[in-house]
């Protein structure tokens, strides 16, 4: 019992809650594919993006970006402005409001909105005279500057304007001859400026088709040549020009709905499904040609249109430069993967990074991908990029659909598994991505799903240690359909000598086959006995079966299903199983969306005994990865845990800004972790972004004999001159050492002089470190390297 008690305790004592002071520690890579607002400000161009914040500076055509990791409250943000405070106003996906110093880069917080349960994003912001006026899911909201506290403060909550529709959503707003308009979901509502409560309905006059809007769902206001402009979506005339009480429908060519309306000179510019486009004298042109949607347009001192825009279907967004009728536009993209919703990292030995995911925008539309990092430099394989490319292996795109799992051969090469697309093979030149093959349904290898015989799920793929390539294939239906497919090593080297592959099929602990022919075997890996482990994640699958769950054959280290063994595993969490990963003890962690269970492998499967696991940031868990320091990283829906290498410590919890835990991570859904071995370095991929995170988990080198460290515990406080010494047997004479908290946070790095004269227990500001448990990293030149742990009491 005591001894429970002392493990307890020292999981509470040291299981911190990381937040945005530790940001320096964080750095999240811009993804930009829709620029939702520019703003120019001198020689620098602001875009509010999917990704965050980003100046773009005009001279050198530059950019400059800012996420969560820079203090932003969420990397998407969905509206802006200028204040005429020096600050730009950002509305927030995630209904937070921040205002962002231009001088200082200096982030403050506006939690009001998100305070509210009812509101989720900001749609809209405008500034009138200082006054900033909020679209909200409610309604309108109107902030002034409170100078005592250095921020703004809501004033007023105008949450009736269309009394058949109250609360309903607010997306435009304009300020126009002393009244506030707003463009909402059901019409557009007029208030009164000069009336001392907008709050109650009589205050607002309603506009509907009724009075000849030509639709009700309102886009974007905006004044030009004294006169109220309304776009709307979802109508035959997407654009109206306000007359007395009453609306002229104007027709956009190929009409569709309107995202943005802004004045610049003499023109009024509009965007839409298609580009960018002007009104002028009553008549609408294009500007040049761009198959992707028009979200904002901007003005350089030379007159130079810049637009934002979205992906949509084969086009890229981004920011673009209108070159004149004959270029074109010209697009300019900040380093980083084209695409945030990360599904798998791949680390090399060399450090460089693989990602694979999707882009999440527009709704319901999925534009896969695969990207490369070589720590200066992202090369991209998209969609819209990889036409040539695959044309002499497919008649169709891989990135089509979203990129799930990734794996290399002992070749090198790169294997890439596609939701709804196969299977891609790959090689990389150092520049270059190529394609060695591509299989799917169509190629007779794998095989569709019951509803499209063509389209071929894998969400998972294993390299297993002789070599062969193992392959997930999801939902796999058809005349001799089997949903474990195996790429043999020798097929690998020689295609036209070995061209055959295996296959197998999960089977009862009797041998016989399990009858249910939609079987969702999606999730695989491998223990220390060369068993492999098999997973359903049935909690989302539309064909999902519970015969599978969780099972284990052992192969007896041959292809051939003659002398197969198959095991089931029962009394998990939940029947949905998300990830597997074996650590360096040779204990299996599996993944539920209901928790984990852990199983201390043997060489007999039968033996095999599991022990639940309850995570501290939530029991949805979606990846599993075991780091070089054998602590363990759970990735759930909301957040990320950092168990010990002693399976009891809880070093370290991460969540997004909302969560118990805030640190920058870019998302509250953890899909994906690897890492640097030699750095320590974890990247870290969610629904919402890809970030990388200083750990001073790498991997230790061959050389090292101890660090010996005392006093532990070490005391410190003002009038104290004690310090923590040290003596490395084993180390060579320029040994250095970084001090870390147990949540990952670089403390101290003590260059080989300050070693030996050892540690005061100040941070690198120079002040007195708090009580608790610090990590200690010793590395020398030769590759030695040692981690020690010293507990401090701060007195």
Not at 660 to 682: C, H, M, Q, R, T
Request: aromatic share 12%; proline share 4%; with cysteine.
């Amino acid at each position: 019992m005591m001894r429970l008690y002392s493990l307890l305790l020292i999981a509470c004592l040291i299981l911190p809650a990381s937040g945005f002071g530790a940001a320096a520690d964080w750095e999240v890579f811009f993804s930009l594919h829709t620029v939702r607002s520019l703003i120019r400000v001198g020689p620098d161009l602001w875009g509010a993006s999917n990704g965050g914040l980003f100046r773009f500076h005009l001279p050198d055509k530059t950019f400059q970006t800012f996420t969560n990791a820079e203090g932003l409250s969420s990397n998407d943000i969905r509206a802006m402005t200028l204040d005429g405070r020096g600050n730009l106003v950002l509305g927030m996906g995630n209904a937070y409001v921040d205002m962002f110093n231009l001088t200082t880069h200096q982030v403050t917080h506006i939690p009001d909105f998100r305070s509210n349960s009812q509101i989720f994003q900001i749609y809209a912001l405008y500034n009138d005279q200082g006054t900033i006026y909020a679209g909200t899911d409610l309604g309108v909201s109107r902030l002034t500057f409170n100078a005592g506290i250095g921020r703004y403060l809501i004033q007023g909550n105008f949450n009736h304007l269309i009394p058949e529709h109250p609360e309903v959503p607010v997306k435009a707003i304009s300020v126009f001859d002393g009244d506030l308009w707003a463009g909402t979901s059901e019409g557009l509502a007029r208030g009164d400026l000069s009336s001392s409560y907008l709050e109650s309905p009589e205050a607002w006059t309603n506009f509907t088709t009724a009075n000849g809007l030509s639709g009700n769902d309102i886009s974007a206001l905006e004044i030009f040549h004294d006169t109220l402009y309304i776009a709307v979506t979802g109508a035959p005339f997407s654009l109206n020009k306000m007359s007395g009480s009453s609306f002229i429908n104007l027709q956009v060519p190929n009409d569709a709905g309107i995202s943005f309306l802004k004045v610049h000179a003499d023109t009024l510019v509009l965007g839409r499904i298609g580009g960018i486009y002007w009104l002028e004298n009553g008549a609408i042109s294009i500007y040049g040609t761009v198959q992707a949607t028009g979200l904002a347009a901007e003005f350089d001192e030379d007159g130079s249109m810049w637009g934002g825009f979205q992906t949509e279907w084969n086009y890229h967004g981004g920011l673009a430069q209108y070159m004149g009728s004959s270029e074109g536009w010209t697009f300019y993209r900040p380093e980083g993967p084209r695409f945030e919703q990360i599904s798998d990292i791949l680390v090399e030995n060399d450090g460089s990074v693989w990602v694979t995911g999707r882009q999440v925008a527009p709704e319901n539309f999925n534009n896969g991908g695969l990207a490369h990092y070589d720590g200066r430099h992202w090369v991209n394989l998209t969609r819209p990029d990889d036409i040539p490319l695959f044309n002499p292996v497919s008649s169709d795109s891989l990135f089509w659909d979203e990129g799930k799992s990734l794996t290399k051969d002992l070749d090198g090469n790169l294997w890439l598994g596609v939701y709804g697309r196969g299977v891609g093979w790959f090689r990389w030149t150092g520049d270059t991505i190529l394609a060695n093959g591509y299989y799917g349904a169509a190629s007779g290898r794998l095989w569709g799903i019951d509803i499209s015989a063509n389209y071929c799920v894998v969400q998972s793929l294993l390299t297993d240690t002789q070599g062969n390539i193992w392959i997930c294939n999801s939902f796999a239906t058809g005349a001799g359909a089997q949903p474990i497919a195996i790429v043999p090593a020798d097929f690998i080297q020689d295609t036209a000598a070995f061209p055959n592959w295996a296959y197998l099929t999960p089977k009862y602990s009797s041998g016989s086959t399990i009858e249910d022919g939609n079987l969702c075997v999606d999730r695989i890996s491998q223990d220390s006995f060369g068993n492999k482990w098999f997973g359903a994640y049935n909690n989302a699958a539309p064909l999902n079966n519970d015969h599978l769950t969780l099972r284990v054959l052992d192969d007896n280290g041959t292809l051939s299903e003659s002398d197969d063994h198959w095991y089931a595993l029962t009394n998990l969490p939940s029947d949905s199983v998300s990830a597997m990963a074996l650590d360096r003890d040779g204990i299996m962690w599996v993944g539920t969306s209901a928790g984990v269970r852990y199983y201390y492998t043997t060489a007999n499967p039968q033996l095999l005994i599991g022990y639940n696991l309850v995570i501290p940031v939530s029991q949805n868990v979606r990846t599993i990865v075991v780091d070089p320091q054998n602590n363990k990283w759970f990735g759930t829906t909301d957040g990320l845990s950092v168990l010990g290498a002693d399976d009891y410590t809880w070093l370290a919890n991460y969540t997004t800004i909302d969560g118990d835990f805030p640190s920058p991570l870019p998302g509250s859904v953890v899909n994906a972790i690897d890492f640097d071995p030699s750095s320590g370095d974890a990247y870290i991929g969610t629904d919402k972004g890809l970030v990388r995170l200083k750990t001073p988990y790498q991997a230790t080198g061959p050389n090292v004999v101890s660090v010996n460290l005392w006093p532990n515990p070490f005391i410190v406080g003002e009038g104290l001159t004690g310090r923590l010494n040290f003596d490395m047997m084993g180390m060579t004479g320029d040994t250095k050492i970084k001090i870390f908290t147990t949540s990952g946070l670089l403390v101290r790095q003590l260059s080989t002089t300050d070693v030996g004269y050892g540690w005061d227990g100040r941070n690198g500001s120079g002040d007195l470190v708090a009580s608790g448990v610090y990590l200690l990293l010793a590395y020398s030149s030769n590759g030695s390297a040692h981690t020690g742990k010293v507990a401090v009491v701060h007195q």
